[in-house]
């Protein structure tokens, strides 16, 4: 955790930019470390009941349940996470981004029980998709690309590769 800044005068707590508090879960994923976890330890999702966070210069500098926080920190910011969940961002590590066309109805037809190559023969598939980008203007590539990356956050996607 980054360093804060020392306690104010009167209050005996440290300033910070942000106290996020009350939330109902804060999936912490702890201990992760730097590698990805596999087997019985992905099960492990530090969650801290009752969670808060605080935030200092874009970086969390302390995590732990809202009355250890409170007790630390002041904020002019301080969000209540009454009921919700606070977790990391997801990082999509594998995204096709810049594309024309829908696929949707390709989704019902299989979820009707038509085959990929049934799909196919009725002119869809990535044949149809690559059809429909090569059509596409790069501003229209580039509009559809924003509206799809705006969707993705909103839905806790934060990182993606592209």
């Known amino acids: 955790m980054a360093e804060t800044e020392k306690p104010s005068r009167g ?11 009350g939330a109902n879960e804060l999936i912490t994923l702890g201990n992760a470390g730097y590698a990805p976890r596999t087997g019985g330890k992905m099960q492990n999702l530090g969650i801290i009941p009752n ?9 969390i500098v ?3 349940t809202t009355p250890q926080l409170a007790g630390k920190f002041k904020s002019e910011q301080v969000v209540d996470a009454k009921g919700k969940t606070v977790m990391p961002g997801f990082v999509d590590a594998h995204t096709h981004l810049v594309f024309a066309g829908a ?3 390709e989704f019902e037809m299989r979820l009707k029980g038509a085959s990929y190559m049934e799909i196919l023969k009725k002119g869809g ?3 149809q998709t690559v059809r429909e ?4 203007t790069v501003e229209e590539l580039v509009e ?4 799809t990356l705006d969707v993705m956050l909103m839905h806790g996607t934060t990182t993606v590769e592209a």
């Open 62 to 64: 302390a995590i732990g």
């Open 11 to 21: 209050t005996g707590k440290e300033n910070v930019d942000m106290l996020i508090v």
């Open 144 to 147: 559809t690309a924003r509206k």
């Open 125 to 127: 598939g990535i044949l």
């Open 103 to 105: 696929r949707e109805v």
């Open 133 to 136: 980008t090569r059509k596409a």
């Open 51 to 59: 969670g808060a966070l605080a935030i200092k210069n874009g970086k």
